[in-house]
C-alpha cells in the first residue's frame, strides 16, 4: 500500500503537456482502416499513459492528446511520421495542470456516415453533448473540440 501511494505521488507530480492538432487524411478512410487506427491508437496510448479524443468528417481530423511530456512527444512523433494523413497543424501544445480526459485512452467520434456501411460503427464512446459544458467552464480545448464538431455538422 504505501508503494502504490509512493507510486500515485510521483505520477501526480509528472509534468502533463497537451497536443491539440488538425490534419487532413491522404483519401476517405474506410470504416475498416477507421476501426484499426482507433484500436492501435488506444492500445499504444493506454501503454504510455495518453489519454484525449479524435475527431474526424471525411478527410479532416481533429485530435487531442495529453500526458506526461517525454511519452506525450514519442507519441506525437509517431502520428507525425503515419503516412495515412498530410497538412498537420499544431493548434495547442502547452502544459497543462490536469486531464481534460483522464477516463478515455482514445475517445472516437466521426461526423460522416456515408462511407460506412452501418452507422452504429461510426458512433462511438463519445456523444458531442458530453463536449459541452457551461460557457464559464469551457476550457479552450473544448472550445476548439465544440468548433470543429460544430461547424461540420451544418
Not at 509512493?6 to 507530480?13: A, D, E, P, T
Not at 481530423?61 to 507525425?80: A, N
Request: overall charge negative.
Amino acid at each position: 500500500r504505501i508503494l502504490c501511494e509512493h507510486i500515485h505521488k510521483i505520477m501526480s507530480m509528472e509534468k502533463l503537456d497537451s497536443i491539440l492538432y488538425v490534419s487532413t487524411a491522404v483519401h476517405t478512410p474506410k470504416a475498416q482502416e477507421i476501426r484499426y487506427l482507433v484500436k492501435r491508437a488506444r492500445v499504444r496510448n493506454a501503454e504510455a499513459g495518453i489519454t484525449g479524443i479524435l475527431l474526424n468528417h471525411d478527410k479532416s481530423f481533429i485530435q487531442y492528446i495529453e500526458g506526461q511530456e517525454q511519452q506525450l512527444e514519442r507519441i506525437y512523433q509517431v502520428i507525425k511520421n503515419d503516412k495515412l494523413h498530410r497538412e498537420i497543424s499544431i493548434i495547442i501544445h502547452e502544459s497543462i495542470d490536469h486531464r481534460e480526459f483522464p477516463e478515455w485512452s482514445m475517445a472516437y467520434k466521426c461526423l460522416y456516415f456515408s462511407s460506412y456501411a452501418d452507422p452504429g460503427q461510426c458512433s462511438s464512446l463519445l456523444h458531442p453533448d458530453e463536449l459541452l459544458l457551461p460557457d464559464e467552464d469551457q476550457s479552450t480545448v473544448r472550445t476548439l473540440l465544440n468548433s470543429f464538431w460544430n461547424k461540420n455538422l451544418t
